[in-house]
Structures are given as structure tokens and as C-alpha cells.
């Protein structure tokens, strides 16, 4: 009934309130981790992050965060704590498609500074060159491109028309929007310039 006419933040804060008040099967750690491995997040999010991030409106964040609070009660009468994450990290293997791909082909040309690669796999910005400027040396790039190549990477949204996604891999903080362009998938790299802006200026 709280949920009726109600925001996924307010929904949220109120969840998060009553589980920090009194005991519930996802007061603690457990359920912010379950959510976080399922999503192939970094187990240091919050779950309410995860699950707004992976989804598209409210709409959608609060019926998935009611179907996931139900699926983790239910293994949680079922399974112990290592049972319950095992679980939702065999839930978060996915298969690579042509977007992944591609994201792996651009992770490797920013390690690399390949400004013809970089400039092929993105969105137009008028500060693009951030993104080849600072390469790293070569011996460095090559561990770093090992590194990157055991990562795995998650679909976590699909726009209905499937021409936007946004994946999410453990070497980077925030999701990568992708955009099918012309036929071909293009990385949107705003958020990643603003951050190398960031780091110039600090």
C-alpha cells in the first residue's frame, strides 16, 4: 500500500528505515552483498544504487526490488550465507555479445592511448582527447590489458528498442551507456572524460 503513488527513493528509504529499526530477513549485510554479486556489482554498493542503476524508471526499480527482497527471503529459508551468494554469482554469468566486445576493444585502446581506435568506438565530444593523452607505458599497459581480459562484464539494462545498454565492469566505478549508432555500437564517454577532468585538475 506505502508503495501506491510513491517515488523508488521514498519506497527505498522507508525499507532501508524499517530494516534498521527492527530485525528483518534483510536487516544486515547479507541482502546489500546478495544484490550487489547478482548484479555483478562491486559488494561495497548499496543495493538501492544497484537496482536503480539496472533499471530504466521507478516503475521498474520498485517491482524489481520487490521480487528481489521476496526471491532472497525464500533462499534465505533455503540456503546458508555462502549458499545464498554462490547463488547470485552463478545468476550474474552472462554471455558476451557484440557490445561487450566492443567495450573490451575500446578498454584496451585507452590503456594503449590508440586515439584512431578510440575515436572509431565513440559518441562525438569536443574533449575526446582526454581519453588518448595520458597512455601508459607499455609494459604497464600490457598487465593492465591482462587484467582487463579476466573482468567479466554485465548487461545491466536494455532499453526496449535494445539500441542503448548499459554494462558495468569491475575496472570501472560507474556503469558505460552504449548506443547503437548507424549500425554499430558506440561507447558514450562523457562520464568517463569528466572523470579523467577531474583527475587533471586535482
Not at 551468494?85 to 590503456?111: Q, S, V, Y
Not at 588518448?132 to 528498442?161: C, F, M, T
Not at 569491475?170 to 558506440?186: A, D, H, R, T
Request: proline share 3%.
Amino acid at each position: 500500500m506505502y508503495c501506491l503513488g510513491k517515488s523508488f527513493n521514498e519506497v527505498s528509504a522507508f525499507i532501508n528505515g524499517y530494516t534498521s529499526a527492527k530485525q528483518t530477513p534483510i536487516s544486515g549485510t547479507d541482502f546489500h552483498r546478495f544484490v550487489c554479486l547478482k548484479n555483478s556489482f562491486p559488494t561495497n554498493y548499496v543495493w538501492t544504487y544497484v537496482i536503480k542503476s539496472c533499471t530504466k524508471n521507478d516503475e521498474e526499480a520498485i517491482s524489481i526490488m520487490e521480487k528481489t527482497i521476496l526471491e532472497f527471503c525464500e533462499l534465505k529459508n533455503q540456503m546458508n550465507e555462502d549458499e545464498l551468494m554462490k547463488f547470485a554469482i552463478d545468476k550474474a554469468k552472462t554471455n558476451e555479445g557484440e557490445p561487450e566486445k566492443i567495450f573490451r576493444e575500446f578498454d584496451k585502446a585507452l590503456l594503449n592511448g590508440d586515439k584512431e581506435v578510440i575515436q572509431s568506438l565513440i559518441l562525438d565530444n569536443e574533449k575526446a582527447e582526454l581519453l588518448w593523452i595520458g597512455k601508459y607505458p607499455k609494459s604497464v599497459a600490457e598487465q593492465l590489458s591482462e587484467l582487463s581480459d579476466g573482468q567479466s562484464i554485465k548487461r545491466i539494462y536494455e532499453s526496449e528498442n535494445r539500441q542503448n545498454i548499459k554494462i558495468l565492469t569491475s575496472g570501472w566505478p560507474f556503469p558505460i551507456e552504449m548506443v547503437l549508432k548507424n549500425g554499430e555500437w558506440k561507447i558514450n564517454a562523457d562520464k568517463i572524460i569528466e572523470l579523467r577532468t577531474e583527475n587533471n585538475s586535482a
